[in-house]
Nanobody
Framework: QVQLVESGGGLVQPGGSLRLSCAAS????????MGWFRQGPGKEREFVAA????????AIKDSVEGRFTISRDSARSTMYLQMNSLKPEDTAVYYC??????????????????WGQGTQVTVSS
């Protein structure tokens, strides 16, 4: 039903920037959340940031606040993650998630019903 297409990942040097995009299609929901999660080598999937429709409420992981910015195209089911001052610790597969019922804290995997394929972000010299 819902398809999520991610883009923008790649290899970047420490201190560099990347902008991730996720576009959702195949849905008719008017109230939902879209979020970014990441999973580093040997680690569990963790919350990064999320944003809601129609109100644009945001939630951001404390450790990336100030470096990462979540945003959306309010007229589209598209969200962006601007990542600045990237660190090696940010290396992970970044997953886009879509949740029609994500109405609580927005930060838990189980709040989301649909997932993208993931895009690799590697921060290395």
């Amino acid at each position: 039903q819902v398809q999520l297409v991610e883009s923008g990942g790649g290899l970047v040097q420490p201190g560099g920037s990347l902008r991730l995009s996720c576009a959702a299609s195949g849905h008719t929901f008017s109230r939902y959340a879209m979020g970014w999660f990441r999973q580093g080598p040997g680690k569990e999937r963790e919350f990064v940031a999320a944003i809601t429709w129609p109100d644009g409420k945001t939630a951001i992981k404390d450790s990336v606040e100030g470096r990462f910015t979540i945003s959306r195209d309010s007229a589209r089911s598209t969200m962006y993650l601007q990542m600045n001052s990237l660190k090696p610790e940010d290396t992970a597969v970044y997953y886009c998630a879509f949740g029609p019922s994500a109405v609580v804290g927005l930060s838990r995997v189980h709040e989301y019903d649909y997932w993208g394929q993931g895009t690799q972000v590697t921060v290395s010299s």
